[in-house]
């Protein structure tokens, strides 16, 4: 069974960082791309990060310098390291892989 969980996420200061991880299990993370979506009440989703599975990444612009995507295929878990995080940042973030979306963890920035 193909799942994607995510953890990591909850309540945070402006300024602070957070990690998230997401599991995945049910396919070899090593032969895919993944990434990381976020959604804010009221927006549509949108891309954060993306890694493939050569270990290359990008970033959407709002996100560059601040947070790092990272895989490690060993442990199937994939991270985003945020840091620096503002109260813009304050969504849903979803793991994605080509074969199945995360349930979505909250990540919640107080100014």
């Known amino acids: 069974q193909v799942q994607l969980v995510e953890s990591g996420g909850g309540l945070v200061q402006f300024g602070g960082s957070l990690r998230l991880s997401c599991a995945a299990s049910?396919?070899?993370?090593?032969?895919?791309?993944m990434g990381w979506y976020r959604q804010a009440p009221g927006k549509q989703r949108e891309l954060v990060a993306q890694?493939?599975?050569?270990?290359?990444?990008r970033y959407s612009d709002s996100m560059k310098g601040r947070f790092t995507i990272s895989r490690d295929n060993g442990k199937s878990t994939v991270y985003l390291q945020m840091n620096s995080l503002k109260p813009e940042d304050t969504a849903v973030y979803y793991c994605?892989?080509?074969?199945?979306w995360g349930q979505g963890t909250q990540v919640t920035v107080s100014s």
């Open positions: 890694i493939t599975s050569g270990g290359s990444t």
């Open positions: 994605w892989s080509p074969i199945r």
């Open positions: 049910g396919f070899l993370l090593s032969n895919v791309p």
